[in-house]
T-cell receptor, first 113, second 112 residues
């Protein structure tokens, strides 16, 4: 299975600022996914990122708030913009490799004060 | 919301006992996957069962799938303290590409 790393592992940020989360995979993958897990809750898909195209966002998530980059087949970033305390969550990236099976990174734990 | 429901929300057992968690979902699926999450960390993939399968085993794990009832169960036999975690089911809706919809999760506590 693919090995996925995320940076940072955790951060404490002030409201109004932005944070960029990096996701690195040790193999080339077509699709990468970004999820949010609010405190005590399950995971919700934010967007799907394919290399070379605009990310596809789920209902309730917009590009201005969560811009995503996918510059190559092993890397993606998610930015949480103009943060508020409601953005405090764990953010996880995942890849579909092999087909049908998604593997997740260790997550980025974000606290917004 | 298409989010699945899991029950129980929390389960507390003793080491050596079996733990059963149930998952219900709402739409047609290609497959259903079970994940484990320790203390708010990343998710560990446990097992995938396809819509044309009824039962699957992996070590101490047994998963069943009933597509007519839109439900699945995860059985952990001979539980250990290290099995303490949250367990989530996730369905891959039959839309042609992988978009996982997660259940609400079951928090399992296994006491020594």
């Amino acid at each position: 299975s693919a090995v996925i790393s995320q940076k940072p592992s955790r951060d404490i940020c002030q409201r109004g600022t932005s944070l960029t989360i990096q996701c690195q995979v040790d193999s080339q993958v077509t699709m990468m996914f970004w999820y949010r897990q609010q405190p005590g809750q399950s995971l919700t898909l934010i967007a799907t990122a394919n290399q070379g195209s605009e990310a596809t966002y789920e209902s309730g998530f917009v590009i201005d708030k969560f811009p995503i980059s996918r510059p190559n087949l092993t890397f993606s970033t998610l930015t949480v913009s103009n943060m508020s305390p409601e953005d405090s969550s764990i953010y996880l990236c995942s890849v579909e490799e092999p087909r049908e099976t998604q593997y997740f990174g260790p997550g980025t734990r974000l606290l917004v004060l | 919301s298409q989010q699945g429901e899991e029950d129980p929300q929390a389960l507390s057992i003793q080491e050596g006992e079996n733990a059963t968690m149930n998952c219900s979902y709402k739409t047609s699926i290609n497959n259903l996957q079970w994940y484990r999450q320790n203390s708010g960390r990343g998710l560990v993939h446990l097992i995938l069962i396809r819509s044309n399968e009824r039962e699957k085993h992996s070590g101490r794990l047994r998963v069943t799938l009933d597509t007519s009832k839109k439900s699945s169960s995860l059985l952990i036999t001979a539980s250990r303290a290290a099995d303490t975690a949250s367990y989530f089911c996730a369905t891959d809706a039959d839309t042609g590409f992988q978009k996982l919809v997660f259940g609400t999760g079951t928090r399992l506590l296994v006491s020594p």
